[in-house]
Structures are given as structure tokens and as C-alpha cells.
């Protein structure tokens, strides 16, 4: 075997470590509830390739040692790439309530453990997971932060379109929810509420009512689910006096966190949650351009921006943190057409935290995801 055929044994071992998790672009196979799991993954690399045939080698004795130091130093590199995935988190939505197409409803999805969890249920959730071929019935459990509609109305069609006998949905265990203050009494009543879909469906269709049951609990600060090495803590933030409770989450897996702040403005408990974090994803909310002009034609925005965190503040929070990814999602930025005013662009919003921080940062978009592993927290490119 010569160098050439050795590089491609490394190089098709490789392959096979990186066959099993593909992390370069999203899904276009079928729907699969179970076997693409963050947390299931295969033995790392160094398994993988004592399992590859790799034939006899004769080589003379002092390109032996080039060769292995080659093999080494390729297997090293390999390895190193392939270090096992232990978190993914994907941002279904990064939007707020405005409507705009090019933003989904605020919603995150975050797997550990085998587990796929589901935080908030913004406008556009499930169209996101379906174009990620993640069934809305493979979700285990499902948090929300706050009772803000825009973080809720895409919870309905969670809950019902995931009940559905299809590749697509296909729950068979009741909704689990966990949420604040008014999180079971909002189940109840939308139970009620589509009483006659759920005859229609199970008399026409048979779905079992299992998949249609829910099991929602009201919840408090600390830890509120513990399955499988996942914990996910909850904690209060500051959203404004009249939205209490107000929760961020923290999501804690073999000695990874993620923390989602949640809606709140400068809050010193996300700073101390996110502190050594692998992955922080926080809100952001900021006017382009002169804020007169969009506060003027509508003073209620200035509420609004009074109950978030600006790019400078969000700045000295990353920069107290120091997590290891500082990732913008629910991105609010009060536009006034009339006024030429658009929305702030992602340079603008980078622009304005480099004020206060200079450390890793990206501005979510729909559909981004990153991986959490030994090695760090990269952004999975589509
Ligand atoms: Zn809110
Ligand atoms: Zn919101």
C-alpha cells in the first residue's frame, strides 16, 4: 500500500465517522424520529477506524515511520473533527411578533441525551421542523419562557399538528409542557377549544387520544425536567414589571450548558447563568438610525424597547460571561416604512454590541444550528 492508497484508508475512515452525523447540510432524507438523535452518535473515531479494513502494509523501515507520523498526525486531525456531538441547538424562529417572512416566531430547539427538546412557540415552528425532517411527535418535552402571545401562537398547531398519523407529526404520547404560572389552564382551555377536531380526527382518522392528551405543569424557579443526563433549570429574568413570571433556561449535558435567555432586559441572573456556558442564545432589540423617527408615529414601541436588551447592554452582558458563542435570536427591531426607516440589519446590530464586546457573536437566522462537543461550540453550516 502506498501513501496515496493509506490517505485514502484514513481518508474513507474518516468518511464513515463523518457519515453518521451530517453536519454539512440539513436533512434531505426521510423523516426520523429515533435514529439521528443528538446524544445517540456513534463511538468516536478512534473506534471507528480500528474497525477499518485496512489490508497489509509493507512498507521499507524509514518511510514507516513518515507514514505512521502522517497516519498519526491524519488520524489526529480527523479525530479532532469528528469529536462527538453532545448538543445541537437549532433556532426554529428568531423573529418577534412582527409578521415578516424572513423570520419565524420566537422558537429553539435543543437536543441532548438522545432527547429533543422544544423552548417556545413562535409563528413558524413546525414549518421549521419540517424542513429539518424532525417529526413534531418526536419532540420529548416542551418549555415556554413567558405568556407573551408571539412566543405562544404557534403552540396550537404544535400540539395538533403533531398528533397527526403522519412521517411528518405522529405523536403517540401525551404533549408535555412546561411553562409559568397559567401554562395548565392555557391547556385546559385549549383542549376545549378543539373539542370537535379531536371527535372528528379520532372518529375518522382513529388516532389514538393518547397523542392528543397533554401533561402541563405550572412551574417555578430551579429545575423542572431531568431525563437522561438533560437537566433544564429554570431561572427569572427581567422582562417588566407586569411579566412575571418571565423564565430563561438553562440546559446542562455532560458538562455543557446552553442558557436561553428568554424576553428580558440587562439581566445580571443570565449573566452569572451564562457564565462558562458553551452556548448563550439572547435577545436583542434595537431601533436603525435615528429612534425618533419610528418612536414619534408609534410611542408604544418605546415600551416595548424598554422591556429588552439593546446590542450595547447585551455587549456588557457577553462580555461579563464570556461564553464560549454569544448567539442572537429574537431579534426586535421596530421599523417605520413611512418614514424610511427599516429594520436594523445584522451589521448594524453587530456594529452596535462591538460598543461593549469584542468576543464570539452571531446574529441567528431561521434554521441556524451549532453543535456543542469537548472541543467547543461551531456553527453547523447549511
Ligand atoms: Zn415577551
Ligand atoms: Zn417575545
Redesign the pocket.
Known amino acids: 500500500m502506498n501513501i496515496i492508497t493509506l490517505v485514502a484508508r484514513i481518508a474513507e475512515a474518516c468518511q464513515l465517522g463523518s457519515s453518521r452525523t451530517d453536519r454539512s447540510a440539513l436533512p434531505t432524507q426521510a423523516f426520523e424520529p429515533g435514529a439521528t438523535r443528538v446524544g445517540h452518535l456513534p463511538a468516536r473515531f478512534d473506534h471507528q477506524i480500528r474497525a477499518t479494513p485496512a489490508g497489509s502494509i509493507r512498507v521499507h523501515k524509514p518511510v514507516c515511520a513518515k507514514l505512521l507520523g502522517l497516519a498519526t498526525a491524519l488520524a489526529l486531525i480527523c479525530s479532532a473533527a469528528q469529536a462527538e456531538e453532545l448538543m445541537r441547538v437549532t433556532l426554529l424562529g428568531t423573529g418577534s411578533p412582527r409578521p415578516a417572512p424572513d423570520r419565524n416566531g420566537p422558537s429553539t430547539l435543543v437536543e441532548a441525551g438522545g432527547l429533543r427538546l422544544m423552548f417556545d412557540f413562535g409563528r413558524g415552528n413546525t414549518v421549521a421542523l419540517f424542513r429539518l425532517k424532525v417529526p413534531i411527535g418526536s419532540i420529548d418535552a416542551h418549555f415556554l ?2 405568556m ?1 402571545s ?2 405562544i401562537n404557534g403552540l396550537p398547531d404544535t400540539y395538533l399538528t403533531g398528533w397527526l398519523g403522519t412521517p411528518y407529526a405522529n405523536r403517540t404520547k401525551p404533549f408535555r409542557l412546561f411553562g409559568p404560572k397559567g401554562t395548565q389552564a392555557m391547556m385546559e382551555n385549549l383542549y376545549a377549544a378543539f373539542s370537535e377536531d379531536r371527535r372528528i380526527r379520532q372518529e375518522d382518522e382513529g388516532y389514538p387520544l393518547s397523542g392528543v392528551a397533554f401533561d402541563a405543569k405550572d412551574i417555578e424557579e430551579g429545575t423542572v425536567f431531568e431525563q437522561d443526563g438533560v437537566r433544564v433549570s429554570a431561572f427569572p429574568v427581567d ?1 417588566g414589571e407586569h ?1 412575571k413570571p ?1 423564565f430563561g433556561y438553562r440546559i446542562d449535558y455532560r458538562g455543557h450548558a446552553v442558557v436561553l435567555s ?2 428580558t432586559r440587562y439581566s445580571k441572573r443570565i449573566e452569572k447563568e451564562a457564565t462558562g456556558a458553551d452556548l448563550l442564545v439572547h435577545e436583542v432589540a434595537t431601533v436603525s438610525g435615528n429612534p425618533d423617527k419610528v418612536l414619534a408615529d408609534f410611542p408604544n414601541y418605546r415600551t416595548i424597547l424598554a ?2 436588551t439593546n446590542p450595547v447592554e447585551a455587549g456588557r452582558l457577553f462580555a461579563a460571561a464570556r461564553p464560549k458563542l454569544a448567539v442572537y435570536s429574537h431579534i426586535v427591531s421596530p421599523d417605520n416604512p413611512a418614514k424610511g426607516v427599516p429594520s436594523a440589519t445584522p451589521a448594524e446590530i453587530v456594529a452596535q454590541t462591538r460598543q461593549s464586546y469584542d468576543g464570539p457573536l452571531v446574529v441567528g437566522e431561521d434554521l441556524m444550528r451549532f453543535s456543542v462537543t469537548d472541543d467547543g461550540v461551531e456553527q453547523i453550516k447549511n
Open positions: 419562557t413567558h407573551h408571539d412566543h422582562h411579566i418571565a428568554g424576553d422591556h429588552h
